[in-house]
Nanobody
Framework: HVQLVESGGGSVQAGGSLRLSCAAS????????MGWFRQAPGKEREGDAVVDFAGSTRYTDSVKGRFTISEDNAKNTLNLQMNSLKTEDTVMYYCTRGATTNGEYVCSIDWGQGTQVTVS
């Protein structure tokens, strides 16, 4: 059973920063990847950033240069440092975990409960 618990959400002014964390426990996929996904009201979930078992990272264009995803393997924690936040970053953020297969990333098999970020 995989458990993902996010923390660190909150309210911040535009241009500010927040750091999200996700504590992971339970089953670990081989060739795992983890990610941060967002969901705005009335919209589908979409991925912001993922990191794979080798430490390679990928970002969606809208967050490149502003967000940094990182893992602390010793603590089984996934982090997302968010800088230069914009009002359009007002969404629910979800920590996810999955696996890579033959170069294909499926990093959203398991989901946390989400943490709200509000930028005003």
């Amino acid at each position: 059973h995989v458990q993902l618990v996010e923390s660190g959400g909150g309210s911040v002014q535009a241009g500010g920063s927040l750091r999200l964390s996700c504590a992971a426990s339970g089953y670990i996929y081989s060739r795992r990847c983890m990610g941060w996904f967002r969901q705005a009201p009335g919209k589908e979930r979409e991925g912001d950033a993922v990191v794979d078992f080798a430490g390679s990272t990928r970002y969606t264009d809208s967050v490149k240069g502003r967000f940094t995803i990182s893992e602390d393997n010793a603590k089984n924690t996934l982090n997302l440092q968010m800088n230069s936040l914009k009002t359009e970053d007002t969404v629910m953020y979800y920590c996810t975990r999955g696996a890579t297969t033959n170069g294909e990333y499926v990093c959203s098999i398991d989901w946390g409960q989400g943490t709200q970020v509000t930028v005003s």
